[in-house]
């Protein structure tokens, strides 16, 4: 099992920048693939970015392309998010799958551990 635990969400205003991120613990070697996604009131889960297990071939959703960058450093992913806009209000939630990401890495239902969230509201 893998234990996921995020953090960093908070209030900003448009145009301001934050970054969150995500420990991992348990069976961590056999994570293949990592991914941030992010769920609006009413709306549906929908992934952010995505990360290889060794922090290689990055990859975005169009939305947040070009202003959100996913990294990780040893058993930490991140996601720094800039230009923020308002329509980036959400619970992000950091998950992991044993897969490699070459496989629909943008579904949620292929991840199977995810983190309890961490509330970004812009402002």
């Known amino acids: 099992h893998v234990q996921l635990v995020e953090s960093g969400g908070e209030s900003v205003q448009a145009g301001g920048s934050l970054r969150l991120s995500c420990v991992a613990s348990g069976a961590t070697q056999d994570i293949g693939c990592m991914a941030w996604f992010r769920q609006a009131p009413g709306k549906e889960r929908e992934a952010v970015a995505i990360?290889?297990?060794?922090?290689?071939y990055p990859d975005y959703d169009d939305d947040i392309k070009g202003r959100f960058t996913i990294s990780r450093d040893g058993d930490t992913l991140y996601l720094q998010m800039d230009s923020l806009k308002t329509e980036d209000s959400a619970m992000y939630y950091c998950?992991?799958?044993?897969?490699?990401?070459?496989?629909?890495?943008?579904?949620?239902?292929?991840?199977?551990?995810w983190g309890q969230g961490t509330q970004v509201t812009v402002s």
């Open positions: 998950a992991t799958r044993r897969e490699s990401c070459a496989d629909s890495p943008f579904r949620s239902e292929s991840y199977t551990y």
């Open positions: 990360i290889r297990a060794d922090g290689a």
